[in-house]
């Protein structure tokens, strides 16, 4: 991952030249990323051609490709299985997570009665399965443990 920083060009220095297609830089901005100087529209990505300096301050490089962070993780992220449904997960995905399990935001709901969780909604994990909080609770009174509320 690298930065980019978009600098303002001084009017009384000599242009700089781009990287990108080797003219000279006479726009008001240039950008500055590895350590060159590119135009706003020479600095893009190698797969889906976005401009760089518009989708971030980041960059990444692998095998000579200059890419943004979507088209680094589908062409060199990792990618797991999803802990509920067992299917791929793309790395460029988001996900949620329960210690080492990984799933699909669709995928992350109550195993027994499928309530979907909103944000600061309290999930439990019990021998591998996601539960909300009633299903959590039932299945402790069955095993007769009532659990404690403080």
């Not at 830089?25 to 020479?42: F, P, T």
């Not at 990618?79 to 210690?99: D, Q, W, Y």
Request: hydrophobic share 35%; net charge positive; aromatic share 10%.
């Amino acid at each position: 991952m690298k930065g980019i920083q978009m600098l303002s060009v001084q009017p009384d220095t000599k242009p700089k030249g781009c990287a990108g297609c080797n003219r000279k830089i006479k726009d008001r901005y240039l950008l500055k990323a590895l350590d060159k100087y590119w135009h706003e529209d020479c600095l893009k990505c190698a797969c889906c051609d976005c401009r760089l300096g518009e989708v971030g301050s980041t960059l990444y490089t692998k095998a000579n490709l200059i890419l943004c962070r979507r088209d680094y993780l589908r062409l060199f992220g990792v990618t797991g299985n999803c802990a509920a449904c067992s299917k791929l997960i793309p790395a460029f995905e988001m996900v949620m997570r329960a210690k080492e399990n990984v799933y699909h935001l669709d995928c992350f709901a109550c195993q027994l009665c499928n309530q979907r969780f909103c944000v600061g909604d309290k999930f439990f994990l019990k021998n591998n399965m996601i539960l909300c909080q009633t299903d959590y609770e039932e299945g402790l009174m069955k095993e007769g443990y009532a659990p404690q509320v403080r």
